[in-house]
């Protein structure tokens, strides 16, 4: 069955050459005329992997091709999630199958709910990635992908393509854990990155910040029935501000870019949950408030 890929961004791009490696029937799904005439002309897609290139000539077609849907991995932004799935809707097959590859939290059951007869995998992944170029991707760290469904426990018949393309995964009944586990990770790190313009390896200068944030984080997520996603969270951010402390996180790439956050589905998913169980966490609403007034001095999106 063909793997439709819509969102042809770093980890969009990251899959579909390794699907592509494999023999897997691909196919890209771009954004306009102009993008899939740049795409053409570029000869493909190129992955970049310890310092090896290799092209690969995926097809690739714009959202109004009339050809139908069985499967289709959703990789772009979460602000992004429901217009781009909007624009393919039509072509989706009734027992059509998205893999929603997103950050943070909201996006995903906002495009479950839109479709109901379709099966909605929720994805979570620690692969690194970044484009040096239209087209290109480099791999840039090993990771994994965590896939469920939370309206259904069983894994789909074809998890087995992941393993022939070298896509490390695993299925997880537990999938929003995972989930909510990444997004408190991502709310004691990225703000924070961005307000003090650091890498994240500059955090450690700011140790109490991070404790405060971390137990406010916690009391979260026992209140929002993800106990597992709370054990150790403190110890798990201090490991992951040390394991990538060269790097400089995705929202603080974003706004040094000039580009939209995904702050609405990452600290503004958190403090919305606080908000609805009349929780009282001070530090990270505060974080809110110094974030938005960061992204509004710099004349960015506040959603």
Excluded at 26 to 53: D, F, H, K, N
Excluded at 56 to 70: G, Q, R
Excluded at 180 to 199: E, G, M, Q, T, Y
Excluded at 203 to 214: D, G, I, K, N, T
Aim: charged letters at 20%; one cysteine or more; hydrophobic letters at 45%.
């Amino acid at each position: 069955m063909t793997w439709h890929i819509l969102g042809a961004g770093s980890l969009g791009s990251l899959w579909a050459t390794r699907l592509a490696r494999a023999g897997l029937p691909v196919r890209l799904i771009l954004r306009s005329p102009q993008r899939l005439a740049a795409y053409r002309a570029a000869g493909g897609l190129t992955l970049i992997e310890a310092g090896q290139r290799s092209q690969y000539a995926i097809p690739a077609e714009l959202a109004e091709a009339d050809t139908p849907i069985h499967r289709l991995l959703l990789a772009c932004k979460a602000y992004d999630a429901e217009p781009a799935v909007a624009s393919i809707a039509s072509r989706l097959a009734a027992d059509a199958e998205l893999l929603l590859l997103q950050n943070g939290l909201g996006s995903q059951d906002a495009v479950a709910q839109r479709l109901p007869r379709q099966r909605c995998l929720f994805v979570s992944s620690t692969e690194g990635a970044f484009r040096p170029a239209d087209f290109q991707v480099v791999f840039a760290g090993n990771g994994h992908n965590w896939l469920g469904d939370p309206r259904a426990p069983l894994p789909p018949t074809w998890l087995d393509e992941l393993q022939r393309a070298g896509i490390a995964h695993q299925w997880s009944p537990d999938i929003l854990t995972r989930l909510w586990r990444k997004l408190a990770l991502n709310c004691a790190i990225n703000p924070l990155s961005v307000l003090h313009d650091c890498r994240n390896g500059g955090l450690s200068e700011h140790p109490a910040e991070v404790a405060a944030l971390c137990a406010e984080l916690t009391e979260l997520l026992q209140c929002c029935g993800q106990p597992a996603a709370a054990q150790d969270l403190h110890a798990e951010v201090q490991r992951v501000i040390s394991a990538t402390a060269a790097n400089y996180s995705s929202m603080h790439q974003d706004v040094a870019q000039g580009r939209r956050t995904e702050i609405t589905y990452l600290l503004g998913h958190a403090c919305a949950a606080a908000q609805r169980h009349a929780l009282h966490l001070p530090h990270l609403s505060h974080l809110q408030q110094r974030l938005l007034r960061h992204l509004r001095e710099r004349g960015l999106p506040l959603d």
